[in-house]
Structures are given as C-alpha cells and as structure tokens.
T-cell receptor, first 110, second 117 residues
Framework: DAKTTQPPSMDCAEGRAANLPCNHS???????VYWYRQIHSQGPQYIIH???NNETNEMASLIITEDRKSSTLILPHATLRDTAVYYC???????????FGKGTRLSVIA | NAGVTQTPKFRVLKTGQSMTLLCAQD?????MYWYRQDPGMGLRLIHY???????AKGEVPDGYNVSRLKKQNFLLGLESAAPSQTSVYFC????????????????FGQGTRLTVV
C-alpha cells in the first residue's frame, strides 16, 4: 500500500471548517483513500473513503485532487467532540488490512 | 447488535505469564484483525484473519499467536508476556470486498489495556 504524509497536529476554532490534508504521491490506480479518527484512545472510527471522485457523508467531505496524489478531509463545522487523531490510509479497498501512520492530531478550540 | 467486543478491558500480567485476549463480532464479517498501540503511536498490525480457520502475520507478530476457530471470534495469545508487550490492543473486523456491497469500513473494539510488570 502507498505511504501517506500528514501534518502531526492542527488547530481549528469551534464552528469553523477543519481541513486536514494528506499527501499520497505514490498511490496506485486501484487504491482508495480512507479516513479514520481516534477519539481519546477509543477504537478508531471510520469517517469516509473515496477513489477519485469527491465524496460527502453526514460526517465529512473528502476532496481528492485530479492526479490523486493528495486529498483533504473537511469537517464543515468542527465541534469540541471532533478533537481526535485523524488517520489518512491508502489501501486496495476491502481486501487488505488497514496500515496506520501517526495521523494528525486535531484540536478544536472553543 | 454489539459490534466488536473485546475481553478483558484491562489486565496486569507478570513477566512470563500467559494470557488470551478475546475478540467477538456479531456482524458476520470475514476479516478480523489485531492491532497494538503504544503511547503516541499509530496502530500496528499484529496478526489478521481472512476467514474462519485462517491467520496471517502483520507488521509485529513476534511474541503473539492467534486462532480463528469460529468465524465470530479471533483470539490473541501471549505465551510468555514481556514488558515490551505493555500496550493497548485493538481488535477490528470488516467485510470482504465480495460481500461488502460497497461497505468496506472496519469496525473496532474499545481496546484492551495490558500492562506487563
């Protein structure tokens, strides 16, 4: 699976959009971009995933660049409960285990 | 529907003791995984299973054994615990690509905090 690069930490004001970047310049054509988050040592939680089109669900939006070498997870209106470590993972969908990096620690500030 | 349940939630072992961590899922998932997470680190894959009766090594398999005798259960064993195995252990499960109907997310348990003294 391709490697990902994320900033170690970010801050965001409560109520504002949180934009979390991820670089995956070696991604292959059959690899998906997955995002998970881990709130305070709980088990990781799935957020969203995509292949090449932008995706949106009730939790977040995923914007993937046209060349697929980077992506951005957007939490449109961050709340204090969104404070967590966010992991960007690239994998062939469904048939390979998730390989976690160190992620981005997002702190939402009141 | 309990999802993924890990037993026990906390345990303290003495060096050299053995123990088994149990992971149970009720979602009929084929795939199951064991990860460990050390302070300030991401999760590292220990072993995984792609179906009943199968197991495979992950990134950090040494010192651990696993078994998948029933589809819903995945056991992680420590035969002779060492202080380096002090960690938080997470179990997860997911559908196979064939059975996923597009839903390939992994579901995680709440973790087992193990301390080896």
């Amino acid at each position: 699976d391709a490697k990902t690069t994320q900033p170690p930490s970010m801050d965001c004001a409560e109520g504002r959009a949180a934009n979390l970047p991820c670089n995956h310049s070696t991604i292959s054509g059959n690899e998906y971009v997955y995002w998970y988050r881990q709130i305070h040592s709980q088990g990781p939680q799935y957020i969203i995933h995509g292949l090449k089109n932008n995706e949106t669900n009730e939790m977040a939006s995923l914007i993937i660049t046209e060349d697929r070498k980077s992506s951005t997870l957007i939490l449109p209106h961050a709340t204090l409960r969104d404070t967590a470590v966010y992991y960007c993972i690239v994998r062939v969908s469904g048939n390979t285990p998730l390989v976690f990096g160190k992620g981005t620690r997002l702190s939402v500030i009141a | 529907n309990a999802g993924v349940t890990q037993t026990p939630k906390f345990r303290v072992l003495k060096t050299g003791q053995s123990m088994t961590l149990l992971c149970a899922q009720d979602m009929n998932h084929e795939y199951m995984y064991w990860y460990r997470q050390d302070p300030g680190m991401g999760l590292r894959l220990i072993h995984y299973s792609v179906g009943e009766g199968t197991t495979a090594k992950g990134e950090v398999p040494d010192g651990y054994n696993v078994s998948r005798l029933k589809k819903q259960n995945f056991l992680l064993g420590l035969e002779s615990a060492a202080p380096s195995q002090t960690s938080v252990y997470f179990c997860a499960s997911s559908y196979t690509l064939r059975d996923s109907h597009g839903n390939t997310e992994a579901f995680f348990g709440q973790g087992t905090r193990l301390t080896v003294v």
